[in-house]
């Protein structure tokens, strides 16, 4: 099992992030929301994706002892809100954040 959490902020707040396991879309996350997603045993690549922009690829191994723990979220925080159109338009990979937790 995979738990996912976004954090709640101001940029994106009302727009879903599309999660992708693997280069296929699994499902989406709100503003503030935890969700849980079966996945299989194995190698796996996580992805967050909103429109062209979306956070770096996250490559890791399930083995179905304890729940994995992830958290994502935007990039933009803080001053960064003001570099929004250098993030959409030339750091499309780094728009959004995600990291595993150890939980």
């Known amino acids: 099992m995979m738990i ?14 599309q999660v992708l396991l693997n280069d296929k879309a699994i499902g989406k996350i709100n503003n503030g929301e935890e969700k849980s997603f079966e996945i299989q045993e194995g190698n796996h690549k996580l992805k967050i994706v909103i429109d062209w922009c979306s956070s770096q690829s996250l490559d890791f191994h399930n083995d179905n002892s304890t729940p994995l723990n992830f958290e994502c979220g935007s990039s933009l925080r803080g001053l960064k809100i003001f570099s929004g159109l250098h993030y959409v338009l030339n750091r499309t990979d780094e728009y959004l954040w995600l990291c595993q937790r150890a939980e």
């Open 4 to 17: 996912l959490r976004r954090a709640s902020g101001w940029t994106d707040r009302f727009r879903s992030y």
